[in-house]
C-alpha cells in the first residue's frame, strides 16, 4: 500500500503558478510510475504529465511548455510546477503511483484558474 496525499492547489488569475506536491508513504518510492491526474466537472479524469522511475518525463499536449514534473526521491515526493495557468486547466488535480500493474490514488487537490 502507498499513501499519497497532495498539496498545493488553490485560487489563481490566469497567467499564475502554482507547485503541487505529492508526499508518499513509502520508501520504495523510487520504484514508481508517478502520475498528476486532472479532472474537471463533467468530465472524465485525464493524464496530465508522468516521470518515471529513471526520471523520463511524458506530458499532455495541452500542458507542455507550462507544466515541470518531478520527483525528490530522497523526500519521497513528487511536484508539478504550473505556470501561464489558463482557465481551462481548472480541475481536481490527483496524484497516482503505479508499479507491477498497482495503482495508488491521492484524495486530490483542487486548482481554481480565474479572475
Known amino acids: 500500500q502507498v499513501q499519497l496525499v497532495e498539496s498545493g492547489g488553490g485560487l489563481v488569475q490566469p497567467g499564475g503558478s502554482l507547485r503541487l506536491s505529492c508526499a508518499a508513504s513509502?520508501?520504495?518510492?523510487?520504484?514508481?510510475?508517478m502520475g498528476w491526474y486532472r479532472q474537471a466537472p463533467g468530465k472524465r479524469r485525464e493524464l496530465v504529465a508522468l516521470?518515471?522511475?529513471?526520471?523520463?518525463?511524458n506530458y499532455a499536449d495541452s500542458v507542455k511548455g507550462r507544466f515541470t514534473i518531478s520527483r525528490d526521491n530522497a523526500k519521497n515526493t513528487m511536484y508539478m510546477q504550473m505556470n501561464s495557468l489558463k482557465p481551462e486547466d481548472t480541475a481536481v488535480y490527483y496524484c497516482?503511483?503505479?508499479?507491477?500493474?498497482?495503482?495508488?490514488w491521492g484524495q486530490g487537490t483542487k486548482v481554481t484558474v480565474s479572475s
Open positions: 497516482n503511483a503505479a508499479r507491477y500493474g498497482s495503482q495508488y
Open positions: 513509502r520508501n520504495s518510492f523510487n520504484s514508481y510510475t
Open positions: 516521470i518515471t522511475s529513471g526520471g523520463n518525463t
